[in-house]
C-alpha cells in the first residue's frame, strides 16, 4: 500500500501527470490578461462542441447556474411542474423551486439508479412542462423512452449530465450520441471532481437549437442582447478563461480518462461479483459508463458497518446519496407523502468506492483485500 492516504478522487496525481501543459494554459491565461470571455473560452466551447457533436456549448459559472438558466431560458413560469427524480443531488431540485416551479419527484429504477419511465408517465399532469432526467453515476438515463414521452406530452427535457460527460447513448435504430446533446438542453458541471473538471466551479450547457442558444447567452450576461440594453431579468454566470484554458487540456483527455475510469470499474467488477452482499453496477445497453462513482448496493443492511470497518482502515468511501430528496426539509412542501419504495432502498444501500484516473494496482488491491475481509468475518 502506498504512504499517502487514499482518496476517492486524486486529483493530484492526475495535476502531476498534465503538469506541463496544464501550467502553460494557466500562464498562457495571466500572461495575457484575457480573463473573461478570452480567446481560450471561445476555442474551449467550440472544441467541446465538436466532441459532443452539438451546435452550441456556452460556458457558465457551475453546473447549478446551467440548470437555473435552461430553466430560465425555455420560459417556464411559476406554477409549471418539472418531473426529476428523488435520488439525485440536490441542485436539479433546487433551482426548480427556486424559480417558483414546482419539482414532482418520482421514483427511480433500481438497476440503472436513473429516473423511472413508468413513475414519469404517471407523474404527467396538465401543469407539466419538462423532464429532467440526471444521467447518475455517469451511465445515461433511458433518453428514448424519456423522449418519447416529452413527444407525446410536449414536454422539455434537460438533461442534468453533470455525471457523466462523455457517455455515448445509443437508440434502437442504433444511432449514438452524447449524453447532455439529447434534449432540449443539457447541463454540466466542471465541479474538480467531475470526470472533466477545472480548478474551481464550472459549468456549460449544450443545445443544437439555435434561437435557445443566443437565449441562454443573454439571460447568463444579465439578460442583455446588446451591452446595457436588458430586454428580460437575467444573471451573471460566466465561465472564467483560466478555468476554460484548463479545460481545453483535459478535454483532449477525457476519452483516456474515461477508460481508465472503465479498466478501475472492471478490477472492481470481477472481484466483488462473487461476494453475494455485494450488487455491483449494471450496465444498461442504451449507454456507456464512465463511471463518475463507481456505486455498488448492499444487501444484507450492513452498508454502514461496511463503512465504519473501511474507515477503520484507511479506505474512504461515500453514500451518494443518503436521504430522498422529499425528506429533505427544504423540499418537505413538495412532497405528496408517497415515498418511493426503490429511492429508499437505494439511500440505505448504496455506497461508491475511490474511482479516479490515477488509481493504481496497489491500492486496489488494498481496497478491494479491504472488502472482501469484511465480507468474509460478517456474520449473515
Ligand atoms: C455536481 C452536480 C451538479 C451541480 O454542479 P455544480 O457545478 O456543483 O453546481 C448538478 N447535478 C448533479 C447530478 C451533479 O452531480
Known amino acids: 500500500m502506498s504512504i499517502n492516504p487514499i482518496q476517492m478522487v486524486d486529483l493530484q496525481a492526475q495535476y502531476q501527470r498534465l503538469k506541463l501543459e496544464l501550467d502553460a494554459a494557466m500562464l498562457g491565461v495571466a500572461a495575457d490578461c484575457t480573463y473573461i470571455k478570452g480567446p481560450a473560452l471561445v476555442e474551449f466551447e467550440a472544441n467541446l462542441a465538436a466532441y459532443l457533436n452539438v451546435k452550441h456549448v456556452i460556458g457558465v459559472a457551475n453546473g447549478t447556474d446551467a440548470l437555473q438558466i435552461a430553466f430560465m431560458a425555455l420560459g417556464l413560469k411559476p406554477g409549471d411542474e418539472v418531473i426529476v427524480p428523488s435520488f439525485t443531488y440536490v441542485a436539479t431540485a433546487e433551482v426548480i423551486g427556486l424559480l417558483g416551479l414546482t419539482p414532482v419527484m418520482v421514483d427511480v429504477d433500481l438497476e440503472s439508479f436513473t429516473i423511472s419511465i413508468d ?88 443545445t443544437n437549437d439555435d434561437e435557445l442558444a443566443s437565449r441562454i447567452r443573454m439571460i447568463a450576461n444579465h439578460g442583455q442582447p446588446r451591452k446595457y440594453i436588458h430586454t428580460v431579468l ?121 474511482m479516479h484516473t490515477e488509481m493504481d494496482t496497489d491500492t486496489q488491491d488494498y481496497i478491494i483485500s479491504t472488502l472482501k475481509s469484511f465480507f468474509a468475518s460478517c456474520i449473515k
Open 119 to 206: 413513475h414519469i408517465k404517471k407523474a404527467v399532469t396538465a401543469k407539466t412542462k419538462a423532464i429532467v432526467p440526471v444521467h447518475l453515476y455517469g451511465q445515461a438515463a433511458d433518453m428514448e423512452a424519456i423522449l418519447a414521452i416529452a413527444k407525446e406530452h410536449q414536454l422539455y427535457v434537460i438533461e442534468d449530465n453533470a455525471q457523466a460527460i462523455g457517455s455515448d447513448f445509443t437508440f434502437s435504430n442504433g444511432e449514438t450520441a452524447k449524453t447532455g446533446t439529447l434534449g432540449d438542453i443539457g447541463c454540466t458541471s466542471f465541479f474538480p471532481s467531475k470526470n472533466l473538471g477545472c480548478f474551481g466551479d464550472g459549468g456549460a450547457m449544450f
Open 234 to 354: 437575467g444573471v451573471n454566470s460566466r465561465l472564467d478563461t483560466i478555468q476554460a484554458a484548463i479545460l481545453k487540456v483535459k478535454l483532449k483527455e477525457l476519452d483516456d480518462f474515461a477508460r481508465r475510469r472503465q479498466a478501475v470499474a472492471a478490477t472492481y467488477d470481477a472481484a466483488l461479483l462473487s461476494v453475494p452482499e455485494i450488487c455491483i453496477p449494471k450496465v444498461m445497453t442504451y449507454s456507456t459508463h464512465v463511471y463518475h462513482q463507481y456505486t455498488v448496493r448492499i444487501t444484507n443492511g450492513k452498508r454502514d458497518e461496511l463503512q465504519a470497518f473501511l474507515k477503520e482502515n484507511g479506505v474512504p468511501s461515500m453514500i451518494y446519496y443518503p436521504i430522498p430528496l422529499y425528506d429533505q426539509e427544504a423540499f418537505a412542501r413538495y412532497h405528496d407523502g408517497v415515498r418511493h419504495p426503490n429511492t429508499e432502498q437505494l439511500c440505505k444501500e448504496v455506497i461508491s468506492f475511490p
